[in-house]
């Protein structure tokens, strides 16, 4: 089914009167107050339906569903519906027949809050319409669409940091590369502040191998240990035995003097 042929059902109000309307003597729009309110021409339901872009008032039986007039409108506002002057319940539709003839009749809603939704149906409807448009107009030009102008205006200055921007560029050249180790992968250089882990040395003694493993930090290595100088041995007689004086309980200054004399000041 194509998109024509298909009606859609805007609004229902079971409650409507219908009333003869006088001609309009002058501009200035039409009164309710002129109909003989009391009097209704005719009473039923109102049902609002979409045919495409055009919407019809239809005024129906409330018991059989038989259609007593319709009104077509391809506008609104227009001439098509027109509100009274002096009541927002009341308002003027043109009907037609299908062979060319046309009449304005009134139409009142008993309740206040059926003739708003009559109202929105009508305007939900046609703002529709016109998106639908203004959407077909799109796709048939997309290029008349608004652009972006990111152009100068006449006039329009922008400022640039020249010297923060060569700070920069001297900062990034004075970096310079460093040297690759085996493999084509650059070694990362000491920490700062860090340490060496060689074994400190007495003046005038060198390491015995360059390939001795590191020292760990606070931990000497068995090869630095080797490495030291001895204490030469003592030729008192004391020196074969230093750690007896230490089992004593008290010893003279002199047997310490003696034990003392196996070991190196440093």
């Not at 200055?157 to 590369?177: Q, V, Y």
Request: with cysteine.
């Amino acid at each position: 089914m194509a998109e024509g042929d298909y009606e859609a059902v805007l609004c229902v109000k079971p409650a409507v009167h219908v009333y003869r309307v006088p001609p309009r003597a002058s501009n200035r729009g039409y009164r309710a107050a002129e109909w003989q309110l009391d009097q209704p021409a005719w009473s039923g339901r109102l049902r609002i339906t979409a045919k495409g872009k055009i919407a019809f008032i239809k005024l129906e039986d409330k018991t059989s569903g038989e259609l007593f007039a319709q009104a077509p409108v391809d506008q609104f506002p227009g001439i098509a519906v027109e509100s009274v002057t002096d009541s927002s319940r009341y308002f003027v539709i043109r009907i037609e027949d299908g062979n060319g003839r046309r009449a304005f009749i009134g139409v009142g809603f008993v309740d206040r809050g059926d003739a708003f939704d009559f109202n929105v149906a009508l305007q939900d409807h046609f703002k529709w319409v016109r998106q639908q448009s203004e959407l077909a107009k799109q796709a048939e030009n997309p290029d008349q669409g608004p652009k972006l102008d990111l152009g100068f205006k006449e006039g329009q200055t922008i400022k640039l940091n020249i010297a923060n921007m060569k700070k920069k560029e001297g900062a990034a050249g004075s970096a310079k590369p460093r040297p690759a180790g085996p493999g084509g992968l650059s070694l990362l250089p000491p920490p700062p502040g860090g340490k060496s882990s060689a074994p400190v040395l007495p003046s005038g003694e060198r390491p015995s191998s360059l390939s001795a493993p590191v020292q760990a930090a606070g931990r000497p290595s068995a090869d630095s240990l080797l490495a030291w100088p001895q204490p030469s041995a003592a030729p008192s007689a004391a020196a074969t035995d230093i750690w007896g004086d230490f089992a004593k309980a008290s010893g003279s200054t002199s047997n310490q003097n003696q034990a003392n004399a196996g070991w190196v000041q440093f």
